[in-house]
């Protein structure tokens, strides 16, 4: 069983910074794409940002130039550094990782239970 945990969120007023950590741990054969999303409140779940194994990187249009992505390959961790951070990015943020358990076995994603951000006027 794969287990997903995000850490870092908190309180922080418009313009600040935050850096989100996400550990997947256990049995775990190989981790494919990791990637952050956000639900804010009466609103759909989103994409925030994605990181391939290799190192690429893909962006929601809203945090592009303000959110940077980076993974440990070895240390099965990701972080999501924010900064100039606005109102808008008040949410859950949830750390996805798409994973083989088993080598047998398909790739499957596993959800983190989420990191309360929220962002003062």
């Known amino acids: 069983q794969v287990q997903v945990v995000e850490s870092g969120g908190g309180l922080v007023q418009a313009g600040g910074s935050l850096r989100l950590s996400c550990l997947a741990s256990g049995r775990i054969f190989s981790i494919n794409v990791m990637g952050w999303y956000r639900q804010a409140p009466g609103k759909q779940r989103e994409l925030v940002a994605t990181?391939?194994?290799?190192?690429?990187?893909n962006f929601a249009d809203s945090v592009k130039g303000r959110f940077t992505i980076s993974r440990d390959n070895a240390k099965k961790i990701m972080y999501l550094q924010m900064t100039n951070l606005k109102p808008e990015d008040t949410g859950t943020y949830y750390c996805?990782?798409?994973?083989?358990?088993?080598?047998?076995?398909?790739?499957?994603?596993?959800w983190g239970k989420g990191t309360l951000v929220t962002v003062t006027p």
């Open positions: 990181i391939t194994t290799g190192g690429s990187t």
């Open positions: 996805n990782v798409n994973a083989i358990a088993t080598s047998y076995l398909p790739a499957l994603d596993y």
